[in-house]
Nanobody
Framework: QVQLVESGGGLVQAGGSLRLSCAASGSVSSLNVMGWYRQVPGKERELVAS???????SSADFVKGRFTISSDNAKNTMYLQMNSLKPEDTAVYYCSYRHFQYLWWGPGTQVTVSS
């Protein structure tokens, strides 16, 4: 089992920045893919960015140039630096951890961007 806890969400004005953190604990493996997803009510959860244990990253087009995913492997913690936030970035942000066919989710953290 892997436990994930997100933090760093909150209320910010448009153009501002936030940094989300996701701390992983439990049976954390050196082979994994971690990711950030977001969801707004009535819509499907969508991928924001992902980071594989080999260092490969990917991000959705709507956040390229604004959001950066990174990790501190010594702390088993993943980050999402979000800059130039827009009201449409308002959502619950979820951390995910995948190890082969196994997938775990954090409880989510709310990000609200005011105009």
């Amino acid at each position: 089992q892997v436990q994930l806890v997100e933090s760093g969400g909150g209320l910010v004005q448009a153009g501002g920045s936030l940094r989300l953190s996701c701390a992983a604990s439990g049976s954390v493996s050196s082979l994994n893919v971690m990711g950030w997803y977001r969801q707004v009510p009535g819509k499907e959860r969508e991928l924001v960015a992902s980071l594989a244990s080999n260092g490969t990253t990917s991000s959705a087009d709507f956040v390229k140039g604004r959001f950066t995913i990174s990790s501190d492997n010594a702390k088993n913690t993943m980050y999402l630096q979000m800059n130039s936030l827009k009201p449409e970035d308002t959502a619950v942000y979820y951390c995910s951890y995948r190890h082969f066919q196994y997938l775990w989710w954090g409880p989510g953290t709310q990000v609200t961007v005011s105009s």
